[in-house]
């Protein structure tokens, strides 16, 4: 389904048509599922869980969501999130056996990757909304009122941990801290 259809069943669940909202949740499942094993490598039930977990978590926040905002990127934030706290919980990241390792295919790519990886790591010293912030909009290209919906922030707090989430990093830096 596209996203306005998509978001003609969120609405008319909204407003009560349990059939529309069961056929949304219906339509989202494959879509989740896709998502989750492009990004992380687990096995079949493990990939249901998440996709149990995020349909449980739109159903709870759905109330949370700004009609005037596109659905899926809402959607997918929640299913970001959910990712993030499987990772966080667990404290692993898939495993990849160094044979199954593929060489990067030129220097530009290598550098992306280490970039990519540099990027990671300074976050990681930010506060969770700082963080956050700074990954949905500069990192995955969301707009700030996207990332505001996503994270359940307002669009000035968004604004305000960029800007105050920079700044942090800027400091960390110039100690010459890597």
Do not use: N
Not at 91 to 99: D, K, N, V
Not at 108 to 121: F, S, Y
Request: proline share 3%; with cysteine.
């Amino acid at each position: 389904m596209d996203e306005d259809q998509l978001k003609a069943l969120m609405l008319s669940g909204l407003q009560g048509d349990a059939a529309a909202y069961r056929q949304l949740l219906g339509a989202l499942v494959g879509d989740l599922r896709s998502y989750f094993r492009r990004r992380i490598q687990l096995g079949p039930d493990e990939i249901e869980d998440l996709v149990q977990e995020t349909l449980l978590a739109i159903h709870s926040k759905r109330e949370t969501y700004d009609v005037d905002q596109p659905l899926t990127a809402w959607l997918f934030a929640i299913a970001r999130h959910k990712l993030a706290d499987r990772y966080r919980l667990e404290g692993r990241r898939a495993i990849t056996p160094l044979e199954e390792v593929r060489e990067p295919a030129s220097e530009h790519e290598l550098e992306a990757k280490m970039a990519e990886r540099d990027v990671a790591i300074a976050l990681r010293e930010l506060p969770h909304r700082q963080a956050e912030a700074i990954r949905c909009v500069k990192v995955e290209g969301l707009s700030v009122a996207e990332t505001a919906i996503a994270t359940g922030q307002s669009i000035a707090a968004v604004k305000v941990g960029i800007h105050r989430g920079f700044k942090k990093l800027l400091a960390r830096f110039a100690r010459g801290k890597p």
